[in-house]
């Protein structure tokens, strides 16, 4: 397999708080990783550093993409790479319409302005997919959306661009079920031989069509425990204070 992602010995501070203290993590195209542990354990952080959020200051360590080391490249740099990433509670951009949001990035991270009507049947095709209604296109992006329609949105983005690794930060995080069944299928059909997913969830209800490859589990910055998917079932039978 194709290395995508490769972070060695990643050390994160926050002020003076170290949270990251010392990650090693190896992802390649078509691979699935989930990324599991106590509230407070390191995991948004994570996402965060390799999304090159400025809050999170890395300390020591590297962080390389495809080959080539980021570990000093912005955000913007990193997402036109083709790095994505959704957040457990996305924000709003008041005055920015949702397709107007989706046009302008597609055309930022590739460089070319899209077809309009090959753009404009895509979306209509993707949000038909996550039962998003074509009205939420002309509003502006998650103004006035429930916490469903935020986290479909996010995803209606992932499929949209279809970025070369999506990181997927608490996804399921206050779905019904239906939403929950709804998000998996979008997130099964962005994967494929060429891409890779990092996923932080704390269930396995958002997995259950989607077989994860690698399962880490971090606790006080670092990565204690790894596994194949059955280490999803023990940690929702046994918690997190065994490992």
Not at 112 to 136: G, H, N, R, V
Request: aromatic letters at 6%; a negative charge; one cysteine or more.
């Amino acid at each position: 397999m194709s290395e995508l992602l490769k972070i060695e010995n990643l050390h994160v501070s926050v002020g003076d708080n170290e949270i990251l203290k010392g990650i090693d993590l190896k992802i390649n195209k078509g691979e699935v990783h989930v990324v599991m542990g106590a509230n407070g354990s390191g995991k948004s952080t994570l996402m965060n550093s390799i999304m090159a959020n400025p809050i999170y200051k890395i300390t020591e360590g590297k962080i390389y993409f495809q080959g080539e080391d980021i570990t000093n490249e912005s955000c913007d740099k990193r997402a036109r790479r083709g790095i994505f990433m959704s957040f457990q509670h996305p924000d709003e951009i008041p005055g920015v319409k949702l397709a107007d949001f989706l046009r302008i990035s597609e055309e930022q991270i590739t460089g070319k302005k899209p077809q309009i009507i090959s753009f404009s049947k895509k979306l209509e095709k993707e949000m038909k997919a996550l039962d998003l209604a074509e009205e939420y296109a002309e509003r502006y992006v998650n103004v006035g959306f429930s916490g469903g329609e935020r986290k479909k949105s996010e995803i209606l983005q992932l499929k949209m661009l279809n970025p070369k690794l999506a990181m997927l930060d608490e996804t399921d995080s206050g779905l019904d079920v239906d939403a929950v069944r709804i998000v998996s299928k979008g997130i099964k059909d962005y994967l494929s031989e060429d891409n890779a997913v990092i996923i932080i969830t704390h269930h396995r209800e958002l997995l259950e069509n989607i077989k994860a490859d690698y399962v880490h589990v971090i606790k006080d910055g670092k990565i204690a425990h790894e596994g194949d998917d059955s280490l999803m079932d023990e940690i929702e039978k046994r918690g997190y204070e065994w490992v």
